[in-house]
């Protein structure tokens, strides 16, 4: 019977050991993912702002020269 229980705790410690490294591996692939994804929003998220301020822009622009134009045009009346 100690034999029994010896080999059950060779195997339940070899079990440990595995699953430890297993989980090391996963932590590491994890946090290259996290990483990756951080950049990926990052890079999309600055190319979102510069699109918003292109279109702020252009939205200005239009508004002022069409105040500008109506301006001009009431004055001239």
Known sequence: MDWFNAVDATYKADLRELNESNFQRFEAKLGELRAELS???????????????????????????????????????
């Open 39 to 77: 950049r990926s929003f990052q890079k999309d998220l600055a190319d979102t702002k510069a699109d918003l301020i292109k279109w702020m822009v252009i939205l200005w622009s239009g508004s002022t020269l069409t105040i500008l134009g109506f301006t001009f045009v009431l004055t001239k009346l």
